[in-house]
C-alpha cells in the first residue's frame, strides 16, 4: 500500500509560482510512478504530470507544459510539483496519486492510490 499526502497549496497571483509536494509511503518498490491531476469546480479530474519512480522520466499535459516541472528529491519520498507563470485556469484541488500497473498514466482509473488534493487558487 502506498500512502500519499499532497501539501503547499495556495493562493498565487496570476505570473507567480506554487511548490507543491507529495510525501510518499508505504510500498514504492511495487510502483512504477507519480502522477498529479487538477480537478476545478464541475470539470473532469484532469491529467497535469507524471513522474516514472525508477527512471526519472516526465510527461507533462499541454496545458501545462513549459510551466509545470515534476521532480522528486533525494530521498525519493517526496514529489513535487512546482508551478510557475501560474494562470487562473490553473485553480484546482490538486491530488497526487501513484500507479503500481501503468506507466505513462493518464487516466485517472489507472492510479491505484491517491492523497486527498491540495487546494490551488490563482487569482489577483
Known amino acids: 500500500q502506498v500512502h500519499l499526502v499532497e501539501s503547499g497549496g495556495d493562493s498565487v497571483q496570476p505570473g507567480g509560482s506554487l511548490r507543491l509536494s507529495c510525501a510518499v509511503s508505504g510500498h514504492t518498490s511495487s510502483m512504477y510512478g507519480i502522477g498529479w491531476f487538477r480537478q476545478a469546480p464541475g470539470k473532469e479530474r484532469e491529467f497535469v504530470a507524471f513522474?516514472?519512480?525508477?527512471?526519472?522520466?516526465?510527461r507533462y499535459s499541454d496545458s501545462v507544459k513549459g510551466r509545470f516541472t515534476i521532480s522528486r528529491d533525494s530521498a525519493q519520498n517526496t514529489v513535487y510539483l512546482q508551478g510557475d507563470n501560474m494562470e487562473p485556469d490553473d485553480t484546482a484541488v490538486y491530488y497526487c496519486a501513484a500507479t503500481e500497473t501503468s506507466l505513462w498514466a493518464t487516466r485517472p482509473r489507472d492510479y491505484d492510490y491517491w492523497g486527498r488534493g491540495t487546494q490551488v487558487t490563482v487569482s489577483s
Open positions: 513522474l516514472s519512480w525508477t527512471g526519472s522520466s516526465t
